[in-house]
C-alpha cells in the first residue's frame, strides 16, 4: 500500500549547524511532495515543495532534495536556528485521476535546536 | 496573506454529543479539506471535498462524520456522536487546484470526555 515514513524520529542539532531530515516514500505514483514544519498546538507550516520532475529546489535556508530511484526524499536547513525547532513532515500526493489532492503524511521528526 | 481560519480553538464534549467544527478556507480555493492528527502522531486524511461533493474519504471518515459547505464560505466537519478516540486535532485546508498550494488552518483541538 501507499506510505510515507521518515528514517529519523528525532533529531538534536546545534544552533549555527546544518540539518537533514530525511523522508522514504513507497508510493512510485507520486509526482509531488512538500515539506512542513508544525510547531506545538500549530497547523502544518508549507516550507518547501517539490515536483518529480525535478531532484532538487532550494528556497531561504532550505533545500529538498528528492531522488526517484530509490524513493527518497529530504530536507536541508542550513545555519539552523532555535527558531527552527519543531516536528518537520513529509507528505506526497500522488495526484491525477481521483485523488483530489489528497496528502500522505509521513510520521515527522522532531528537530531540537541547542543554542 | 490569506489564512484558513477554524473555530473553535479547543472542544471539550461529552462522549455521545454532536460536535461541529467550523473553517474558513481561503476565498478562491475550490479544493477543501479535513484531516486528524492523534496526539503524537502523523497527520491523517480524513475527507476532501469539491464542487459540493465529497470527492474522497478515508476509512476513518465514517457514517458518523459528515461535511457541509453551508453558505459558500463556510466548510463544517460534523461528527454525530462522539467517542473518546476521536479526541484529536482537527485540521481544515484548502487549495486552489487540489494539486497544489494547499494552506492549512491552525487547528481545532478536540476532547471528548
Same mark, same amino acid.
Given at each position: 500500500?501507499?506510505?510515507?515514513?521518515?528514517?529519523?524520529?528525532?533529531?538534536?542539532?546545534?544552533? !549555527?549547524?546544518?540539518?537533514?531530515?530525511?523522508?522514504?516514500?513507497?508510493?512510485?505514483?507520486?509526482?509531488? %511532495?512538500?515539506?512542513?514544519?508544525? #510547531?506545538?498546538?500549530?497547523?502544518?507550516? %508549507?516550507?518547501?515543495?517539490? &515536483?518529480?520532475? $525535478?531532484?532538487?529546489?532550494?528556497?531561504?535556508?532550505?533545500?529538498? *532534495?528528492?531522488?526517484?530511484?530509490?524513493?527518497?526524499?529530504?530536507?536541508?536547513?542550513?545555519?539552523?536556528?532555535? /527558531?527552527?525547532?519543531?516536528?518537520?513532515?513529509?507528505? #506526497?500526493?500522488?495526484?491525477?485521476?481521483?485523488?483530489? !489532492?489528497?496528502?500522505?503524511?509521513?510520521? /515527522?521528526?522532531?528537530?531540537?535546536?541547542?543554542? | =496573506?490569506?489564512?484558513?481560519?477554524?473555530?473553535?480553538?479547543?472542544?471539550?464534549?461529552? $462522549? +455521545?454529543?454532536?460536535?461541529? *467544527?467550523?473553517?474558513?478556507?481561503?476565498?478562491?480555493? *475550490?479544493?477543501?479539506?479535513?484531516?486528524?492528527?492523534?496526539? +503524537?502522531?502523523?497527520?491523517? %486524511?480524513?475527507?476532501?471535498?469539491?464542487?459540493?461533493?465529497?470527492? @474522497?474519504?478515508? @476509512?476513518?471518515?465514517?457514517?458518523?462524520?459528515?461535511?457541509?459547505?453551508?453558505? /459558500?464560505?463556510?466548510?463544517?466537519?460534523?461528527? &454525530?456522536?462522539?467517542? *473518546? =478516540?476521536?479526541?484529536? $486535532?482537527?485540521?481544515?485546508?484548502?487549495?486552489?487546484?487540489?494539486?497544489? /498550494?494547499?494552506?492549512?488552518?491552525? +487547528?481545532?483541538?478536540?476532547?471528548?470526555?
Amino acid at each position: 500500500g501507499e506510505s510515507v515514513g521518515l528514517h529519523l524520529p528525532t533529531l538534536s542539532v546545534q544552533e !549555527g549547524d546544518n540539518s537533514i531530515i530525511n523522508c522514504a516514500y513507497s508510493n512510485s505514483a507520486s509526482d509531488y %511532495f512538500i515539506w512542513y514544519k508544525q #510547531e506545538s498546538g500549530k497547523g502544518p507550516q %508549507f516550507i518547501i515543495d517539490i &515536483r518529480s520532475n $525535478m531532484d532538487k529546489r532550494q528556497g531561504q535556508r532550505v533545500t529538498v *532534495l528528492l531522488n526517484k530511484t530509490v524513493k527518497h526524499l529530504s530536507l536541508q536547513i542550513a545555519a539552523t536556528q532555535p /527558531g527552527d525547532s519543531a516536528v518537520y513532515f513529509c507528505a #506526497e500526493n500522488s495526484g491525477g485521476g481521483t485523488s483530489y !489532492g489528497k496528502l500522505t503524511f509521513g510520521q /515527522g521528526t522532531i528537530l531540537t535546536v541547542h543554542p | =496573506e490569506p489564512e484558513v481560519t477554524q473555530t473553535p480553538s479547543h472542544q471539550v464534549t461529552q $462522549m +455521545g454529543q454532536e460536535v461541529i *467544527l467550523r473553517c474558513v478556507p481561503i476565498s478562491n480555493h *475550490l479544493y477543501f479539506y479535513w484531516y486528524r492528527q492523534i496526539l +503524537g502522531q502523523k497527520v491523517e %486524511f480524513l475527507v476532501s471535498f469539491y464542487n459540493n461533493e465529497i470527492s @474522497e474519504k478515508s @476509512e476513518i471518515f465514517d457514517d458518523q462524520f459528515s461535511v457541509e459547505r453551508p453558505d /459558500g464560505s463556510n466548510f463544517t466537519l460534523k461528527i &454525530r456522536s462522539t467517542k *473518546l =478516540e476521536d479526541s484529536a $486535532m482537527y485540521f481544515c485546508a484548502s487549495s486552489p487546484t487540489g494539486r497544489y /498550494g494547499y494552506t492549512f488552518g491552525s +487547528g481545532t483541538r478536540l476532547t471528548v470526555v
